[in-house]
């Protein structure tokens, strides 16, 4: 049976002990309601919706009531108008078409001689006007907001807010009455008034100019408000109408912002709210929180900001955390207006780091950095080195990034530089940004005079920690250029003893970090690159015997990029004459200006293909920089200014001895100039060094080819040997900046069947480049094959092309060939 009173569905849905009881009780009572609409029942349809609201608010489907809802509206009923209202409220939005039929309730009952049903109806078109709506009633609210009740006159303010957001334009029919309103004695509707005013602000900045004239009648407000005696009807705790002062403080920000004249009016009744207000209450709080706002904002003397700034130094010693919160976040906001002002508080800001609440910690931490300069550098950086040693691991990465960055604009001298750096580094290594070690890396190289020190200092730490990943790679590195120094310093201080340092300890420093159980791939990249140049550092045999041993080791190593430097560094052995050229120090980087390089606009490219296959032609991050720096990459890094994307590797030795490194690059099409060593030159130009050609191969030939064309898009880029490879350019129909090149190789004159084919490409860095798998690693003679190349070319600069062709043949025959090619046309630009 349908329950007839509200009491009783609410008692009997709290009854319910499960959720399916529940929506059968709403389902049984939704389907008696529903009848009873049909039937047309008025004396029930005040309890109906009533009971289809509290359905509502329990989340079951109530949108069968609306029409009853309207119907209730033009009830001359109070209690049904108010119900009606009610749920017109809930179950309509303005976005729907049934919002129609309430425009002339709502304009008849604004019109009504009673106050509260028109309060109702202009509370209504508050909560759901639309557009239309808005326009429509305008001008009813409008004459409403003039009518001589408070309460119609309050409501009206705030409904003309809603119409003012729905459209902006109506704003001026409210200019007249909303300033008129700031005259009235009646709290509520000076509060309302002031609010429609901030809105009206807010959506249209001309209005500013035109409020301005009312400061001289806010401050008098404020003042009275200030100094009046107890008032029963508006006071709070002790505070006489909060809530009021907090609107006139933050209408006079808006006034004053950007006007010394407005400013200077409200300078002293500022003064004497921050002064007069009490903060023992949270009432009291929130005042002067708005008056530091205002202060903050417009153009206040001198002393007014330094007295805001005290008071958000006195709410960081309130033990609620939120007061705490409010004081840090405004104050970061602050610290740039008046720097001087901020640092008074600096002990209070430091002992925040220790704060149980994350939030507050967090705060702190982003405010200490920003009060660091070149007086104080020593001194907070001691702090937050001694906070980041005990730091969650969330703060770390930001922590030491902004140490650093900190150290690098303020140091006072280098060496204490590169201590706060390697603290830093010994602290929290594994949580240090690649580009803040290859700063590191910058800084070592630049401080010559310190690299005795510096070596000596890394060596210390490394023996006594190899955990943190930054610092085994800083410290490997510095080793790698300057083993010699550090042998030849003699001694190091480790815990007030002077010991010295032999060749063999630091082989078994390097050694135990690879044995040990952080190493990692990159780890093993970079020792074997120390070990390397320790080659050329060390004058012992044995030493470098030593070192010899244990990079073959590395020949077979699962990994390929520590393969191919450990046979590249095993070949390199076998040049007596020229490997001390090869492994001469790093010649010392650049300065920059910027820790991360901003990365290139390369068209949509890399969106097209996937971040599965992509490459890019450029290095995207600081970790290649600091590859560069430790001459991490090939020992052909420098063969040619272009970087390669190779298709998927026919095996583990071809991808080994890639020809082409991903080291960074500068794109050029001039040919490569000879490096300043001449035997160097030699040395790399000779690929048999590392064992690329075999033995009987002295060294590459190299051809170019311009634009020869064989069909009417066909351009052959390699002929030679009885092998072909011709390119046939188009433009992609999707996007302009890229070029597809069907690559098709031809075995017109091998006389066997071409195996194992392997299909390398390379262009400059302003260009990106993506490969499709071939259609075949096998032709037999007379036949082809094809793979597909994609071209992102952004500047539409010549698309230079550097291609590498490897096969063999079943007698046994390999061929590997580099060819170029610039020869398209540029419409293929």
């Known amino acids: 049976m349908p329950y007839y009173r509200l009491k009783d569905l609410i008692k009997a849905i709290r009854a319910c002990k499960t959720a399916a009881d529940e929506r059968a009780v709403i389902q049984k009572e939704s389907a008696a309601i529903r009848t009873s609409f ?465 060749e063999s300890d630091v082989i078994d420093l390097l050694e135990s970090i690879l044995a040990g159980p952080y190493a990692n791939q990159v780890t093993r990249e970079y020792v074997l690159t120390a070990l390397m140049k320790l080659t050329s550092r060390f004058t012992s045999i044995s030493s470098i015997q030593r070192i010899q041993a244990f990079i073959e080791k590395y020949n077979t190593s699962i990994e390929v990029e520590v393969q191919q430097r450990a046979v590249e560094y095993s070949n390199l052995f076998k040049f007596e004459s020229i490997r001390p050229a090869v492994l001469e120090r790093m010649p010392i980087p650049e300065v920059k200006e910027e820790v991360v390089r901003p990365t290139e606009d390369t068209g949509s490219l890399l969106d097209d293909i996937g971040p599965a296959t992509a490459t890019t032609s450029a290095p995207q991050n600081a970790k290649n920089d600091i590859m560069n720096l430790f001459g991490s990459g090939s020992l052909l890094d420098d063969i040619d200014p272009v970087t390669a994307t190779t298709a998927a590797p026919l095996n583990a030795k071809n991808d080994i001895m890639n020809l082409f490194s991903s080291g960074p690059t500068t794109p050029t099409t001039a040919p490569v100039a000879p490096t300043q060593n001449a035997q160097q030159t030699n040395a790399l130009d000779s690929l048999g060094l590392l064992g690329l050609g075999g033995a009987g191969i002295p060294s590459q030939s190299s051809t170019t080819s311009t634009s020869t064309s064989t069909s009417t898009d066909q351009y052959v880029a390699y002929n030679k040997n009885g092998f072909k490879v011709s390119l046939n350019p188009s433009k992609d129909p999707n996007n302009s900046n890229i070029l597809n090149i069907e690559v098709t190789f031809h075995n017109v004159g091998v006389g066997v069947t071409v195996q194992n084919l392997l299909f390398q490409a390379a262009v400059p860095k302003t260009q990106k480049l993506q490969m499709q798998p071939p259609s075949s690693t096998s032709i037999l003679p007379g036949a082809t094959a094809q793979q597909t190349i994609r071209v992102a070319n952004p500047q539409k600069s010549n698309v230079r092309l550097r291609l590498r062709i490897v096969y063999s043949t079943p007698t046994g025959a390999k061929v590997d060939e580099i060819a170029e090619f610039n020869g398209f046309p540029q419409e293929f630009w």
């Open 38 to 502: 049909k039937e047309e029942n008025n004396d029930a349809r005040h309890s109906n919706v009533a009971k289809l609201l509290y359905i509502h608010m329990l989340g079951y489907p109530a949108h069968f009531g609306q029409i009853e809802c309207l119907k209730l509206v033009a009830s001359n009923r109070f209690a049904d108008k108010r119900l009606g209202y009610l749920g017109i409220m809930l179950l309509l939005d303005e976005n729907q078409e049934v919002l129609t039929l309430v425009t002339n309730s709502l304009k008849n009952d604004m019109n009504h001689s009673n106050m509260y049903i028109v309060g109702l109806a202009l509370c209504t078109l508050g909560n759901i006007s639309s557009p239309e709506m808005a326009r429509d009633l305008c001008a009813e609210v409008e004459k409403l907001l003039g009518s001589s009740n408070t309460y119609i006159r309050k409501k009206a303010a705030l409904c003309a807010m809603r119409i003012i957001r729905k459209v902006s334009d109506l704003q001026e029919n409210f200019l007249n009455r909303a300033k008129n309103n700031l005259n009235d004695r009646n709290h509520g509707v000076l509060l309302t008034a002031i609010t429609l005013i901030i809105e009206m602000c807010y959506k249209n900045p001309e209005n500013v100019q035109t409020f301005r004239k009312t400061v001289p009648l806010l401050v008098r407000h404020l003042k009275t408000l200030v100094s009046a005696g107890f008032s029963q009807e508006h006071d709070v705790t002790g505070v006489t109408d909060p809530f009021l002062q907090v609107k006139i403080l933050r209408l006079l920000r808006i006034l004053g912002k950007g006007d010394a004249e407005a400013s200077e009016a409200m300078n002293d009744i500022l003064a004497q709210v921050a002064t007069n207000t009490e903060s023992s209450k949270n009432v009291g709080n929130s005042i002067l929180y708005e008056t530091v706002q205002t202060i903050m904002e417009i153009q206040s003397e001198s002393g007014l900001r330094v007295l805001a700034i005290n008071i958000l130094g006195k709410f960081l010693t309130n033990r609620d955390n939120n007061i705490r919160y409010v004081a840090l976040t405004t104050l970061n906001k602050t610290v740039s207006i008046d720097t001087n002002a901020v640092q008074r508080h600096r002990n209070i800001i430091l002992d925040c780091l220790r704060d149980g609440d994350i939030s507050i910690r967090r705060r702190a931490l982003e405010l200490s950095f920003a009060l660091i300069n070149e007086s104080n550098v020593r001194v907070l950086t001691r702090e937050l080195l001694a906070f980041l040693e005990v730091a969650d691991n969330e703060f770390k990465q930001g922590m030491t990034t902004k140490i650093c960055l900190a150290a690098d604009r303020f140091a006072p001298n280098k060496r204490w530089h590169i201590d706060t750096v390697l603290r830093v580094l010994k602290l929290a290594g594994n949580f240090v940004r690649e580009e803040i070690l290859s700063n590191f890396i910058r800084l070592v190289a630049h401080t010559t005079e310190l690299n005795a020190y510096t070596v000596q200092k890394l060596y210390a730490s490394l023996k006594s920690d190899i955990s943190q990943e930054s610092l085994t790679l800083a410290g490997v590195w510095v080793i790698g250029e300057h083993g010699d120094i550090l042998i030849k310093g003699g001694n190091f201080e480790e815990e007030e003893l002077v010991k010295e340092v032999t």
